[in-house]
């Protein structure tokens, strides 16, 4: 939204040749300089520190090296560390790192869905601790009016979907918004369809306007009871005039 046709345009980062077309590095580590004569505050060097506030305070582009922070949760693609200061991280990328892990990340500040981050870390493991996640906050009822500009850790209740990677809940009483489970590392499996199951976990960010997308640490479903259908083949021959076929219930039905 800031550029538009005709603009005069200066932007800061390392330029690459992909496939014979010159561009820049993506995913926060290129920015614009000057816009129209108007320039940007120039970017913070390199950030060595244990603070996350002070990656935070950085410029998108700078080096960040974060030492000895916690991971709290992981998904198939990404990580959240924490300070001392109990300040928060989302690192977007894999690494060779679990739950509880003490790590030192480097890599370069981004800004994705308006929300600072790490992107495709470098992982130093230094030792181990027992991690201990805060009381959440139950958003169910004001889902749709949720905002944050920082992470925080909440829960809500409502009803899983799949589609491809995608893993969204469809919260009870919720119609503008919708939470979103990234790349989750626990089986979901038996969830699907499943309502009133309550989603813990870290808010990172919000992206298409209305995804509210959580590393998920926790998945439990209510008291209530329901009934789910798992799909299976059944091949019977063509000979038989008759079969019996058992249909199990989790509930009386």
Not at 70 to 93: H, I, R
Not at 97 to 103: H, L, P, Q, Y
Not at 155 to 170: E, K, P, R, W
Not at 202 to 225: E, H, M, Q, R
Request: charged share 15%; glycine share 8%.
């Amino acid at each position: 939204d800031q550029v538009k046709v005709g603009d005069e345009v200066v932007v800061y980062g390392k330029l690459t040749n992909y496939n014979g077309t010159y561009e820049t590095e993506g995913k926060g580590a290129a920015y614009i300089y000057s816009l129209n004569g108007e320039t940007e505050p120039e970017p913070v060097g390199a950030v060595d520190t244990d603070k996350i506030s002070e990656v935070v305070a950085s410029h998108d582009g700078s080096e960040a090296t974060l030492n000895n922070v916690t991971v709290l949760a992981t998904t198939t693609k990404s990580f959240l560390v924490k300070d001392t200061a109990n300040d928060y991280l989302f690192v977007n990328g894999t690494a060779d790192c679990k739950e509880g892990d003490v790590i030192i990340v480097k890599r370069s500040r981004a800004t994705y869905n308006s929300m600072p981050q790490l992107a495709n870390p470098t992982v130093t493991k230094t030792s181990t601790t027992t991690v201990t996640h805060p009381a959440p906050e139950d958003i169910t009822s004001s889902f749709d009016s949720f905002t944050s500009s920082s992470v925080k850790y909440i829960s809500f209740a409502g009803t899983l979907t799949q589609s491809g990677n995608c893993f969204n809940v469809y919260v009870d009483g919720a119609s503008a918004n919708v939470g979103s489970i990234l790349a989750p590392s626990q089986d979901l499996s038996a969830f699907i369809g499943v309502p009133g199951v309550t989603y813990t976990g870290y808010y990172v960010y919000t992206s298409g306007t209305k995804f509210i997308n959580i590393v998920l640490t926790d998945a439990k479903a209510g008291n209530s009871p329901y009934l789910t259908v798992s799909p299976a083949n059944v091949t019977v021959l063509a000979t038989a005039t008759e079969t019996e076929i058992a249909v199990n219930s989790n509930t009386a039905w």
